[in-house]
């Protein structure tokens, strides 16, 4: 969690100044259930060439535990990848959860560092396997990454590695992109490694209008500026609010503890 004193002294360490501080320095939202630990209720499900239906028993709710492909998984030996969708649109939110991996890793990435990961600012529209988003990445020493996928942001300036939150200095380029076989990719690395392999992770998501900062284990390790979408003829916009998304790559991996409230 971002302690007003924690932000002060980022931006601090940053040599920005610490007022005004705008919506950040309102007090926040009560924290809500963004998962009921019961059922799916406010959330969608799709798989790349199953749909929107749990055929194989991908995702399980054991005791308030959102368990990707468990024991309780009866698919292929190559699980096709996916997600679980808010059903809604969010913007204007800090967001938590937990994270622990699990052993079962599925073809065609038995040998890969296990991968998930939080996408969030997706439009709604046509579900398919690597929708419009910025990634927050959830993998084996990488947690923390931001790859937006026909959305692009400024990167936060890096001081000893601290990105600048909530402020970044003016006059920023954007980040490269790269065309990644029909989308276009960044990647933005984070500032060190903080995740454990072993137990649960704790990583934190703040959206304020078009910019976001990634926190794992209590630490801001990315911060992204000028967030924008891309449209249909190429064209630049900038996004504030869309789904949110936990994905499903080939990995077991348990989700608890999934929050939001409102910035």
């Given at each position: 969690m971002v302690t007003r004193r924690g932000t002060l002294g980022i931006m601090g360490a940053a040599g920005i100044a610490a007022t005004p501080l705008g919506r950040l320095a309102a007090a926040p939202g009560a924290w809500r259930p963004l998962f009921n630990g019961r059922n799916f209720d406010g959330w969608t499900f799709f798989q790349d060439g199953i749909g929107n239906t749990d055929r194989d028993n991908v995702a399980a709710v054991e005791g308030g535990i959102l368990h990707i492909l468990g024991p309780r998984?009866?698919?292929?030996?190559?699980?096709?990848?996916?997600?679980?969708?808010t059903a809604e649109a969010y913007g204007e939110y800090h967001l938590s959860l937990e994270y622990k991996w699990g052993e079962r890793r599925f073809a065609p990435r038995e040998l890969w560092k296990?991968?998930?990961?939080?996408?969030?600012?997706?439009?709604?529209?046509?579900?398919?396997?690597?929708?419009?988003?910025?990634?927050?990445?959830?993998m084996e020493r990488s947690t923390g990454d931001a790859i937006p996928v026909n959305h692009r942001a400024i990167p936060g300036v890096s001081m000893g590695g601290l990105p600048a939150w909530p402020r970044n200095f003016p006059g920023q380029p954007y980040a490269p992109q790269i065309d990644a076989g029909g989308n276009l990719r960044q990647m933005i690395r984070a500032e060190g490694s903080f995740d454990t392999l072993d137990g649960w992770n704790t990583v934190e998501l703040i959206a304020s209008?078009?910019?976001?900062?990634?926190?794992?284990?209590?630490?801001?390790?990315?911060?992204?500026?000028?967030?924008?979408?891309?449209?249909?003829?190429?064209?630049?916009?900038?996004?504030t609010r869309g789904r949110i998304l936990l994905q499903i790559e080939c990995a077991e991996i348990r989700f608890r503890n999934i929050r939001i409230r409102s910035l």
């Open positions: 998984y009866r698919g292929p030996a190559a699980a096709p990848m996916g997600y679980l969708a296990r991968d998930s990961g939080i996408l969030y600012h997706v439009p709604a529209g046509r579900e398919f396997l690597w929708p419009d988003c910025v990634e927050y990445q959830i209008g078009d910019s976001a900062a990634h926190i794992v284990n209590g630490r801001i390790v990315n911060t992204l500026y000028g967030l924008q979408a891309r449209d249909a003829a190429g064209a630049y916009a900038p996004i």
